[in-house]
């Protein structure tokens, strides 16, 4: 059973940085691209960032330069290091699978003075 678990959210002020974690269970972890989204309330879900099996790695332009996608093959765990935060990066994030329908739970992400 695939399971992917998120952590590290939590209430930071503008400027500040969180890291984000998603532990990954069920699957051939190395094989998969994988993915960080986020919804902010009353809004779509977006994707934030990716990296590939190959970790290549891709961003929304609202984020780059500040968000790092990285992943741990090893620990079968993928992270988004995010800087700079602004008021407007207030969201649920979620872990995906590329091109699976397998999310996490969430992790809120609030960035208040």
């Known amino acids: 059973q695939v399971q992917l678990v998120e952590s590290g959210g939590g209430l930071v002020q503008p400027g500040g940085s969180l890291r984000l974690s998603c532990a990954a269970s069920?699957?051939?972890?190395?094989?998969?691209?994988m993915g960080w989204y986020r919804q902010a309330p009353g809004k779509q879900r977006d994707v934030v960032a990716s990296?590939?099996?190959?970790?290549?790695?891709n961003y929304a332009d609202s984020v780059k330069g500040r968000f790092t996608i990285s992943r741990d093959n090893a620990k079968k765990a993928v992270y988004l290091q995010m800087n700079s935060l602004k008021p407007e990066d207030t969201a649920v994030y979620y872990c995906t699978i590329l091109g699976s329908n397998n999310w996490g739970q969430g992790t809120q992400v609030t960035v208040s003075p």
């Open positions: 990296i590939r099996s190959d970790s290549s790695t």
């Open positions: 069920g699957i051939i972890f190395p094989l998969y691209g």
